[in-house]
C-alpha cells in the first residue's frame, strides 16, 4: 500500500459508529475550508473563529492527529473522500451513508453536503456559528447557498452549483426546507430527526408515529413460524423470486388481527432485511412520504404498507425516492390496488386459523403459564394470530389480579372483552348477555329454530369438515340468521341468550343509524363495523333490518341506483361473512327475498300468547311476591300485551312496591299493567270488572277479542 493509499483510521471500528464519525470529521473539515475560503475575501481568519469558537478548534486539532502532517488544504478535500473509500472497503456490515451513494443514487459531494446540514444537530455550538457566517440572515442552520459552495470542490465545473448539489436531498426528502417562500438561495436546510436518528444506526421502534421499526434479528424466520401448509410452501418461494427480480412486491390480504407483519417479517428477514410497518392512513404530509425510502434504505428495511381500504376504494403507494428493495404491502378483504401496485406482485391470503394452529399460537403466547384445558380454549375463542397474542397477554395480566395460579377460559373472556370494547365500542353497542334458553318464553316454533340455531353456531367450524364435495367453497364458518317478529316479542333476549350460551360477547349496530347520504359511506361504515365484529368474533346484532335490506327498486334515478348499491353490498358481504351475525326486522313482508334466501336461519318471533304471557309473568316477578295465581292468570288472560311490555309493567310494579314498603301484590302489578296501556293509547281490560268467575264465558271470551283487538291496533301497528 502506497503513502497515498494509506488507511488513516485503521483504528476505527467498522460499523456504523465508526462510519458515521469519520464522515462527521470529512462535514466539519468542509465547514472550516469554508471559513478558511471566507477569510480570502474578507472575512474572519481560521484562527479568529477558533478564539471566538474554542470547540472549532477542539475538532480541528483532533481531525489533524490523523491527517498526513504536510498536506494542504486543497489536497485534503481530495484525501477525506479516498480515505472513506478505504476505510469502507474492510467493513462488510450495512452503512447507512454508503447505502444511500449505492441504492439512493446520489452522489458523494449531496452525501457530504446531508451531513453538513445535519451538524447543527449533533452540536448546537454549530448553530451559532452558522448564524455568524450567514449575516444578515441569522439563521442557525445553514442555507441551500451555504451548504452548496462548501461542496463545490467535489463538483466539475460548469455541470453543478449549489442547487445541483441539495437537489437530490431534497427530493429525496433527505432534507426540508420550510421557508420555501424566501428566494431559492436563501432555503434554511434541516435533516428530519428520523433520518439523522437512521444515519447514526440508532432507529427506534417508533421512529415516527405512522411506523413502526423492526430489526433484522427481532424478526422471527419460516421455521419458527405458526402456518397453515399452503401459506408455509408459498413463504419458501417468495425470497427466491424476489432475489431473481420475478417479484418486487409482496401483497397479504387478511382480516384485521391476523399475524401478517409477522409473515412479513419471515420474507424481510430471510432477504436480509429488516422491516418498517407504515400505517398508510397515518401518512399525512407530503414531506412524511418522501422520508420513507430514505429511511427504509439507511436503515436497511424492507417498506411493508397497512391499509384497511373500504369496498371500491383503491390504494396507490407512494412512490418510494432513494430505496430500490422490494416492498410488502398488507390490506383487508376489500379494495383493490392501483396499477402502481401490481407489476412483478405475488399475493398471499391468510385464512383464519383452524383450531389446531390457534392453540400452537395460544401456546406460544402463554409462553410456560398454567393454563387450564387449552384445547377448550383454542375451540372456544375463534380468532387470528395478533389478536391472540393480545388476548394471551391480556388473560396473564388478568389472572395475576386475581391472584390466580392457572390462567382459565375466564381470564381469556374477560381479556378479549376488554380488547373488545378498544375495538368495536365506537362502531357498535355492547348488549349484557346472560341468561339460559329456558329463561326465554316463546312458541314451540321459536324454540325449534333457535335450538337449530345455537348447534349451526356451535358446530360452525366442525361442520365444513363433514360437507360433502358439492358445497365447494362457497361454505365458511359464517352464520347468518334473520330474526322476525314485532317489537318486544323478545328478538334481542333470544341474542343475548345466544351469545351467552356461546360465551361470547354481543354487539348491536343500528342500520338505520349506519345509512349515510353520502354515496359509497354506508358501504364504509358496514365495512368498519363487519370487518372488526368478524375478527373479534363477537355476535353481531344488526337492528332495523328493513332499513337497507327492503325490495330493490326499479331505478328511476341516481338515489335508486345507489340504494340498490348499498343493498348489494351487504348481501355480498353477508355472504362472506365468517362470524356470527343476526338481523331483526319488524316487517318481515319488506325484506328482500334474496336477502332472506342468504339467511341460514330464519327465526320468527311472535306475540305470547295465554300460557305465555303467565309463565312471563312468573319469570319476571320476584320470588317474594304476593300475587295470586288467580289474578295472574286473570292478567295473562286479558291483557294481550308483548313479552317486553309484561316485563315494563313487573319492573313497574316491584317499583310501587319499594315505595309502598311490601312485597309485590295484585294491586301493584295491576297498576303496572295499566301504565302500559297508558303507553299503548288503549283501554285498560282490567278496569270496571267483577269476579270474573261469575261472568260469562262466551261474553268473556267475546270482551278478550275486543280487547286483543284494541292493544293489538295500538301496539302492534307497522
Known sequence: MTKKDKLYFSHVSPGTAGHFVIYLYAAIYRLMNQIRRLSEVGGSSLEEVFERYPFLGEYFNEMRSYMPRNISWDEATGWWRRQL???????????????????GSIGFASCLAFMVTGLVEEDSRFG??????????????????????????????????????????????????????????????????LLWDAVRGQVSGSPAPWCRYHAEQSLGDLPGLIADTRTREHLEKIPGLIRTGMAQMVIIRAMQGAHSIEVMGTIARSLGFGLLNIDGSGLGEDQQVLQIGPLCTMANAMPV??????????????????????????????????????????????????????????????????VEDLGQIAERFRLPGDFIRKVAHGAIAHAGLEGNHMITANDVRSAARTLNRQMLDTLASPIQTGGHWQDLVSSETTSAKLNELFLRCRHREKLLDHLGGAFGNGTNCGVRTLFTGASGTGKTLAAGILAAELGMDLYRVDLAAVINKYIGETEKNLHRVLSRAEALDVVLLLDEG????????????????????????????????????????????????????????????????????????????????????????LAARRCAVNGGQLRNAVLHATLLSIDAGRSVDNDHLKEGLRSEYRKAGATFPLDNMGDPVERDGGMESFVDALNFTSVDQATYRG
Open 85 to 103: 473509500e478505504l476505510w469502507e472497503a474492510q467493513a462488510s456490515s450495512h452503512l447507512p451513508l454508503r447505502a444511500l451513494i449505492q441504492k
Open 128 to 193: 451559532t456559528l452558522f448564524a455568524e457566517l450567514q449575516e444578515p440572515l441569522n439563521q442557525r442552520r445553514p442555507t441551500l447557498e451555504m451548504v452548496g459552495q462548501m461542496m463545490m470542490d467535489e463538483a466539475v465545473a460548469g455541470q453543478m452549483d449549489p442547487w445541483s448539489i441539495c437537489r437530490s436531498l431534497l427530493d429525496m426528502g433527505l432534507v426540508e426546507a420550510p421557508n420555501r417562500q424566501a428566494p431559492r438561495s436563501e432555503w434554511v436546510l434541516k435533516v428530519p430527526s
Open 305 to 370: 404498507f397497512t391499509y384497511d381500504p373500504g369496498p371500491g376504494e383503491t390504494i396507490s403507494l407512494p412512490p418510494l425516492k432513494g430505496y430500490d428493495g422490494p416492498v410488502g404491502i398488507i390490506l383487508g378483504m376489500e379494495g383493490g390496488l392501483s396499477s402502481n401496485c401490481t407489476p412483478k406482485a405475488v399475493t398471499l391470503t391468510l385464512p383464519v386459523p383452524k383450531a389446531d394452529l390457534r392453540q400452537r399460537f395460544w401456546e406460544d403466547s402463554f409462553s410456560g403459564h398454567m
Open 546 to 633: 328493513d332499513a337497507l335490506l327492503g325490495h330493490r327498486t326499479e331505478v328511476k334515478s341516481a338515489n335508486d341506483r345507489y340504494a340498490n348499491l348499498e343493498t348489494n353490498y351487504l348481501l355480498q358481504r353477508l355472504e362472506n361473512y365468517q362470524g356470527i351475525v343476526a338481523i331483526t326486522t319488524n316487517l318481515v313482508e319488506n325484506i328482500d327475498r334474496a336477502f332472506q334466501r342468504r339467511m341460514d336461519v330464519v327465526v320468527p318471533f311472535f306475540p305470547p300468547q295465554v300460557e305465555e304471557r303467565f309463565h312471563i309473568l312468573q319469570l319476571h316477578l320476584p320470588d317474594t311476591h304476593q300475587v295470586d295465581s288467580e289474578f295472574m292468570a
